[in-house]
């Protein structure tokens, strides 16, 4: 089974309007932290925003926030005034603490390609 | 301005060649690591380290080597025994391997196997 399920290949959204990317993760261990890294076609990835799974709140950056629902173990970014810089691939990843030692690593999901329209 | 860099951007390898792929942080971060990106996919994690002078294989490590020798760097070869390297090669460093340590990249190198 996959960790990170991302099952928006792709997205469009207008100029200024707020966008949902989904994201889904699967784990058995207490501990853990989900990311959101941005890959614009320059290939570099983005670091955006940080949820614990601990953290009480939803997370936020900026324009950034992550709809963070523990039962449902989704983690959605939302992106709000949506601009046209903000169009790129964008991943979802998960670190795990106490999976056999297996701590040192991020599992990415296979991303979502935004684009916002002007 | 503190980050991470990495060298060449492109590289072009003909069959049977050994590369190395260069990663240099000044982050003063402990942990470095090697992912592979192919089209469409995500993010493959190939080595990492947690300190200098040691480093564990991840989850395709076959075909590929790295060094620590220090804290600054950590560069990739891809051997001629890796079957099929083209691929975009991202390294990234995090301050230690906790689950909240995040990972920064660098800028990536293309490598294309002729």
């Known amino acids: 089974a996959q960790k990170i399920t991302q099952t928006q290949p792709g997205m469009f959204v207008q100029e200024k309007e707020a966008v949902t990317l989904d994201c889904t993760y699967d784990?058995?261990?207490?501990?853990?932290?989900l990311f959101w890294y941005k890959q614009p076609s320059s290939g570099e990835m983005i670091f955006l925003i940080y949820q614990g799974s601990y953290d009480q709140q939803n997370a936020t950056e900026g324009r950034y926030s992550l709809n963070f629902q523990k039962a449902r173990k989704s983690a959605n970014l939302v992106i709000s005034a949506s601009q046209l810089g903000d169009s790129a691939m964008y991943f979802c990843?998960?670190?795990?603490?106490?999976?056999?030692?297996?701590?040192?690593?991020?599992?990415f999901g296979k991303g979502t390609l935004l684009t916002v329209n002007p | 301005d503190g980050g991470i860099t990495q060298s060449p951007k492109y590289l072009f390898r003909k069959e049977g060649q050994n590369v190395t792929l260069s990663c240099e942080q000044n982050l003063n971060h402990d942990a470095m690591y090697w992912y592979r990106q192919d089209p469409g996919q995500g993010l493959r994690l190939i080595y990492y380290s947690q300190i200098v002078n040691d480093f564990q294989k991840g989850d395709i490590a076959e075909g590929y080597s790295v060094s620590r020798e220090k804290k600054e760097s950590f560069p990739l070869t891809v051997t001629s025994a890796q079957k099929n390297p083209t691929a975009f090669y991202l390294c990234?460093?995090?301050?230690?391997?906790?689950?909240?340590?995040?990972?920064?990249f660098g800028p990536g190198t293309r490598l294309t196997v002729l």
């Open positions: 990234a460093s995090s301050i230690g391997t906790g689950s909240v340590d995040t990972q920064y």
């Open positions: 784990t058995s261990d207490p501990s853990y932290g």
């Open positions: 990843a998960m670190r795990e603490l106490h999976s056999g030692g297996s701590n040192y690593k991020l599992t």
